[in-house]
């Protein structure tokens, strides 16, 4: 086949948060098969920095700095009519590198990654479009709405509806349209206009099972000397979602535990936690740790790794490295799906606060019911989630045959 020209909305390096996680592994799989043109932006400039971590993949590539800030792109999508979140990726620098990309190289296939950047793929381009939105991003702000202010719920209203109507738009451009499991493909599907063409296909996220493993590395030396037990979350500290579990856990759950077990610590690992976090570190048993430069010590060092997600989209990637390490992970049904893993027996789910702080105390007071967790959860993801058999249908996309591997959802 031809060149490939791939389109991301944040460089795929390094993959140290979720979106990035998924594109990097997919950019190192289509570098396997075809010489790859890669579009992208960073969001700041130590991400604009990785840039040259491309030139050992990539045959071309354009690595532009995103504006900082929503102000103007919600202006220009007030004026437009577009959703914030397309204007906010929309720079006529890269549209000029996609027209001359497209011109100069023989693309066979544009691959898309997150539907922010489907507004590049041309109207008149004759090859193959395969686009990954990985979820539903139009339904993520429909659920942002309820229970907001009058003036945010209208905001996430109206970018709900406008985001629907492009999601609408890519699913009857593209060859095919991908989707990270098979309930964001039902959602996705439910969402379309009756009658509409499109073809929806799973391609669930994976886990790099050689670099989180428990032999790996070692326990992170603060936690391994303080008194436990330990419990751990990671993520991006500045997504809503991620915030509202951590308070979840600081304010409901971790009280119910330390009446249990008194020295319980909680903490929170990753990057740019926002201000109403950060001030809760050193207080009533959490630790606000910020941006690391590796989330396994703290893994390795937990007790109960926890995700108690009311609103989660997709593949949680936290919770399938987690499992990778041996952890006994205790998290919410929201952020169990998507992952075809048995409760009781690769982790243990609870539907309330109390029941979510009985698991982490039932875990902590079962030593050897805990390790039998980890253990099953790490045998789980090798056989079942494993990043190489997760991207097998991916030369089949690319090329326009069958994909025997990803699992048909239209």
Same mark, same amino acid.
Request: aromatic share 6%.
């Given at each position: 086949?031809?060149?490939?020209?791939?389109?991301?909305?944040?460089?795929?390096?390094?993959?140290?948060?979720?979106?990035?996680?998924?594109?990097?592994?997919?950019?190192?799989?289509?570098?396997?098969? /075809? $010489?790859? =043109?890669?579009?992208?932006?960073?969001?700041?400039?130590?991400?604009?920095?990785?840039?040259?971590?491309?030139?050992?993949?990539?045959?071309?590539?354009?690595?532009?700095?995103?504006?900082?800030?929503?102000?103007?792109?919600?202006?220009?999508?007030?004026?437009?009519?577009?959703?914030?979140?397309?204007?906010?990726?929309?720079?006529?620098?890269?549209?000029?590198?996609?027209?001359?990309?497209?011109?100069?190289?023989?693309?066979?296939? &544009?691959?898309?990654?997150?539907?922010?950047?489907?507004?590049?793929?041309?109207?008149?381009?004759?090859?193959?479009?395969?686009?990954?939105?990985?979820?539903?991003?139009?339904?993520?702000?429909?659920?942002?709405?309820?229970?907001?202010?009058?003036?945010?719920?209208?905001?996430?209203?109206?970018?709900?509806?406008?985001?629907?109507?492009?999601?609408?738009?890519?699913?009857?451009?593209?060859?095919?349209?991908?989707?990270?499991?098979?309930?964001?493909?039902?959602?996705?599907?439910?969402?379309?206009?009756?009658?509409?063409?499109?073809?929806?296909?799973?391609?669930?996220?994976?886990?790099?099972?050689?670099?989180? =493993?428990?032999?790996?590395?070692?326990?992170?030396?603060?936690?391994?000397?303080?008194?436990?037990?330990?419990?751990?979350?990671?993520?991006?500290?500045?997504?809503?979602?991620?915030?509202?579990?951590?308070?979840?856990?600081?304010?409901?759950?971790?009280?119910?535990?330390?009446?249990?077990?008194?020295?319980?610590?909680?903490?929170?690992?990753?990057?740019?936690?926002?201000?109403?976090?950060?001030?809760?570190?050193?207080?009533?048993?959490?630790?606000?740790?910020?941006?690391?430069?590796?989330?396994?010590?703290?893994?390795?060092?937990?007790? /109960?790794?926890?995700?108690?997600?009311?609103?989660?989209?997709?593949? $949680?990637?936290?919770?399938?490295?987690?499992?990778?390490?041996?952890?006994?992970?205790?998290?919410?049904?929201?952020?169990?799906?998507?992952?075809?893993?048995?409760?009781?027996?690769?982790?243990? &789910?609870? =539907?309330?606060?109390?029941?979510?702080?009985?698991?982490?105390?039932?875990?902590?007071?079962?030593?050897?019911?805990?390790?039998?967790?980890?253990?099953?959860?790490?045998?789980?993801? &090798?056989? =079942? $989630?494993?990043?190489?058999?997760?991207?097998?249908?991916?030369?089949?996309?690319?090329?326009?045959?069958?994909?025997?591997?990803?699992?048909?959802?239209?």
């Amino acid at each position: 086949m031809g060149d490939i020209l791939f389109l991301a909305h944040r460089i795929p390096f390094p993959p140290d948060r979720g979106d990035k996680i998924r594109s990097h592994h997919l950019l190192l799989k289509l570098a396997e098969l /075809a $010489q790859v =043109h890669v579009g992208c932006f960073a969001d700041n400039d130590v991400d604009l920095g990785h840039a040259v971590a491309l030139r050992g993949v990539a045959a071309s590539h354009q690595v532009l700095r995103r504006r900082a800030g929503l102000a103007l792109p919600g202006l220009r999508a007030l004026a437009s009519g577009k959703p914030v979140s397309l204007t906010a990726f929309d720079h006529p620098a890269m549209r000029e590198w996609v027209s001359r990309t497209l011109a100069e190289k023989n693309i066979d296939c &544009i691959f898309v990654f997150s539907g922010q950047m489907g507004q590049y793929v041309p109207a008149d381009f004759g090859g193959r479009v395969v686009i990954d939105l990985c979820d539903v991003d139009s339904a993520k702000f429909a659920s942002y709405a309820e229970g907001a202010s009058a003036a945010k719920a209208w905001i996430y209203d109206r970018e709900s509806r406008l985001l629907a109507r492009e999601e609408a738009r890519l699913a009857a451009r593209a060859d095919h349209t991908l989707l990270v499991s098979e309930a964001e493909a039902e959602l996705f599907r439910s969402r379309l206009p009756a009658g509409s063409r499109h073809s929806v296909s799973v391609l669930r996220n994976g886990v790099d099972t050689a670099l989180f =493993h428990p032999r790996n590395c070692q326990p992170h030396p603060v936690l391994d000397q303080m008194p436990g037990p330990h419990i751990v979350f990671t993520g991006q500290m500045d997504y809503p979602p991620n915030v509202e579990a951590c308070e979840r856990v600081a304010d409901r759950i971790l009280p119910m535990v330390r009446e249990k077990l008194p020295s319980t610590t909680f903490h929170i690992v990753g990057r740019a936690p926002v201000e109403r976090l950060i001030r809760r570190d050193g207080k009533q048993g959490v630790r606000v740790w910020g941006e690391v430069p590796d989330v396994r010590p703290f893994l390795s060092a937990s007790d /109960a790794v926890i995700a108690p997600l009311a609103i989660a989209r997709g593949v $949680q990637n936290k919770v399938l490295e987690a499992m990778a390490m041996a952890r006994p992970v205790v998290l919410s049904a929201e952020a169990a799906a998507g992952i075809d893993a048995t409760d009781g027996t690769h982790w243990c &789910i609870g =539907h309330s606060d109390a029941e979510l702080a009985d698991q982490v105390c039932a875990i902590v007071e079962d030593p050897v019911f805990a390790a039998n967790l980890g253990r099953a959860a790490r045998d789980y993801v &090798i056989e =079942h $989630q494993d990043w190489d058999a997760m991207l097998k249908p991916l030369a089949a996309l690319v090329a326009g045959s069958a994909p025997s591997g990803c699992r048909d959802a239209a």
